[in-house]
């Protein structure tokens, strides 16, 4: 199973569902749901929240 133990950089996105799996940019998986509809959400939401930060930081 993935170290869950590392947070997420820049450069891990964006992060793609693949079936029930969620993997980083380079296709090492960091999570598994049990529904394929799930990881999809939390990929976009994971991205979602990256492009904000992206932008916070350009911004301020």
Do not use: C, H, Y
């Not at 947070?7 to 090492?28: C, M, S, V």
């Amino acid at each position: 199973m993935p170290d869950n133990d590392k947070p997420l950089k820049p450069e891990d996105f964006p992060i793609n569902a693949e079936g029930r799996k969620i993997k980083k940019q380079d296709g090492t998986p960091i999570a598994e749901t049990a529904d394929p509809a799930v990881a999809e959400d939390v990929a976009d939401r994971l991205n979602e929240d990256e492009a904000r930060r992206e932008e916070d930081k350009w911004s301020a």
